[in-house]
């Protein structure tokens, strides 16, 4: 790797997070100084309403590396995650829930996967994809209800056998992010399941790590937003079997 080269980009997807981006900002800054590898922190405001750019623009004299995306529309978080992987620098790019549920240490399990030649590697709660994986602090039943049902429509219709699509944890290297995220096509909650079936579909090696996964009460998500997800999800088989994506077929 050349100085001049960035090896990690950490994309950060924020809509209202006056609240909680500054610990975990605080949080990733801990974690990266202490690592050997050069990196960049990008925050991409989703249009937010609450007082979020003002908390950053104190922050940038105190997080090292910090770049700020602005944008005053709101997208949704599929479409905020794909402008930070398509303009981040890293040669692998992750990205993380701005309440950094799944704690950045998790990295370090990532990071042998990648240099063991994995394309890309998520983090999942289920003991299913990963020995060890667990919610140290759950959702509530019924979103761990809706999420089970949720996940056996996914695996019908677009990614088979990873039982944790949505964790908001998941790192590229930079060839298949700018494979794959120049083509999603979906901007809601539903991104997650695009991304791993266009990995699929592109016999992209994805390497799975088991995380200690803590839930923040104060969730974005919304019960239309899980609907919006099911929608989203038929527009993706759809997507596949029309052919919509390039170099991809069902395989």
């Not at 090292?64 to 949704?76: A, E, F």
């Not at 991304?195 to 200690?212: D, E, S």
């Not at 803590?214 to 029309?242: C, F, M, Q, T």
Request: charged share 25%; aromatic share 12%.
């Amino acid at each position: 790797m050349r100085p001049s080269e960035i090896y990690l980009s950490v994309i950060v997807p924020t809509y209202n997070e006056a609240e909680r981006l500054p610990g975990t900002l605080k949080r990733f800054q801990e974690y990266l100084l202490a690592k050997p590898f050069t990196y960049e922190i990008i925050v991409v405001l989703d249009g937010p309403t609450d007082n979020t750019r003002d908390v950053l623009a104190t922050m940038v004299y105190e997080i090292k590396c910090l770049k700020i995306l602005d944008r005053n529309v709101n997208r949704g978080k599929g479409y905020t995650v794909r402008e930070g992987m398509l303009k981040a620098s890293g040669r692998v790019r992750l990205f993380s829930d701005a309440d950094n549920s799944t704690d950045i240490s998790h990295f370090d399990k990532m990071q042998s996967f990648l240099d063991g030649g994995c394309d890309l590697v998520i983090c999942s709660r289920s003991s299913s994809d990963a020995p060890g994986a667990r919610q140290a602090v759950p959702q509530v039943w019924y979103k761990r209800m809706i999420g089970k049902f949720g996940n056996l429509f996914v695996q019908l219709l677009a990614v088979r056998g990873i039982w944790d699509t949505q964790c908001g944890f998941k790192a590229f290297r930079d060839s298949a992010a700018e494979k794959i995220f120049s083509q999603t096509a979906i901007d809601g909650w539903g991104f997650d399941i695009e991304v791993l079936a266009l990995a699929r579909a592109l016999q992209y090696r994805i390497g799975i790590v088991p995380a200690a996964w803590i839930n923040d009460p104060r969730s974005h998500v919304i019960w239309g937003g899980y609907l919006g997800a099911l929608w989203e999800i038929l527009k993706i088989r759809w997507n596949l079997v029309r052919g919509h994506y390039k170099d991809v077929g069902l395989r």
